[in-house]
């Protein structure tokens, strides 16, 4: 139980310090720390449509779109219109947006980065492997 007990209070500090480097991140910039998350995420994925942004955040599609109509006025992402389905929308980083994606980051030492990724694809390697 002692084990239960301390992984649990470990995953309550992760989430806690989770939203502090995010607040760390957004501290000086223009960006909230959910639009810098949704940065990052469009950067991963290449681009994502209204729904699996909601879904991604936990959001509604409208307060989708209010985000992605600041950072559209703003020039980091793009709205694409599937040439198949002009309904499809589908937002995308702008050349800017992908800079500024980088630049958030430079606040932290490299090799801060480095040991942070490393740690962090062990945590989710082993919670996949829990989780299947």
């Known amino acids: 139980m002692v084990h239960v007990e301390t992984m649990m209070k470990e995953i309550v500090e992760i989430q806690y310090k989770s939203r502090q480097f995010m607040d760390m ?11 810098i998350v949704l940065l990052v995420q469009l950067k991963i994925s290449g681009g ?8 991604f955040a936990g959001v509604t599609p409208g307060a989708v779109t209010a985000m992605c109509d600041k ?10 219109r599937d040439s198949e389905d002009r309904r499809v929308v589908t937002m995308k980083l702008t050349s800017e947006g992908e800079a500024q994606v980088l630049q958030v980051f430079d606040k932290f030492e490299q090799k801060h980065v480095i040991e942070m990724t ?15």
């Open 25 to 35: 991140l957004a501290k000086g910039e223009k960006l909230s720390p959910s639009q």
């Open 48 to 55: 994502m449509k209204a729904t699996e942004i909601a879904e």
């Open 71 to 80: 950072l559209e006025k703003a020039g980091l992402v793009e709205r694409l």
């Open 118 to 132: 490393k740690v962090l694809q062990q945590v989710n390697e082993l919670m996949s492997r829990i989780l299947l």
